[in-house]
């Protein structure tokens, strides 16, 4: 193994590297064994997360949710997709632990298009259907799987994937897990083309190669 020296030219590029692996955490481990988020005082002061109730007031409903076990309404967006997530407010308990548990409900062809989680990576599991993932990494480099019911996918932490039922007329269902209470998501297509305000068209004629009509046309097909 290469030994390398501490020598002074090399310290600023040491404390960028620790810097650097410092952010690459998952959320901060809880100092207690739980964390109720207190979601009544939550906008009187501002902390990494939300404050906690009483020990002494916790129950089982804290711990506890029914969110997932109903689908939610895929027929609700242009891509055929729903996403039904456990959060502070229906799931106090995970407030500090660091997770999430995600319910995609996906129809007939239906996409979770191009999308990425800015604090989180995620491990999905098929439980219906036929349904091809994929991500792509920083060499743009394309992993890509169909999973049926029992198989599973992990999507780095950052990197930008999707979920696209294949089977045309039956409806899809996985369930996910996500290494952050507040994953964040960023779909590329909505983040491109329908930010508010919009990005310049200079911009993306630029970063795509298009015309300002192309713009105009995609927009409006997002529903702008
Ligand atoms: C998911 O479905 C719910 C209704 O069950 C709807 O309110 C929500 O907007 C849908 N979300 C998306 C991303 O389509």
Known sequence: MAVIRITPSRLPTLVVLA?????????????????????????????NGAPCIDPDSAS??????????????????????????????NLPGLNTMGLTMARIDI?????????????????????????????VDTSNRLFTQILRPGESFVFPKGLIHYLYNFDSTNSALAISGLSSQNPGVQIASLAAFMS???????????????????IAKIRKNLGG
């Open 107 to 135: 129809v007939g062809s239906g996409l979770v298009p191009p999308h990425s989680h800015p604090r989180a990576s995620e491990v999905t599991i098929c439980l219906e259907g036929v349904i091809g993932v994929g991500f």
């Open 60 to 89: 089982i409903s804290h711990f506890t949710t029914s969110a997932l076990s109903k689908p939610g309404n895929p027929k609700a967006n242009r891509f055929g997709f729903n996403v039904t997530l456990t959060n502070m407010a």
């Open 19 to 47: 810097l650097i692996l410092s952010q690459a955490q998952t959320d901060p481990d809880p100092l207690q064994d739980y964390c109720i988020a207190d979601m009544r005082n939550r906008h009187s002061f501002w902390v």
């Open 196 to 214: 508010k305000p919009g990005i310049p068209d200079e911009v993306l004629g630029t970063a795509f190669q298009i015309t300002r009509q192309d």
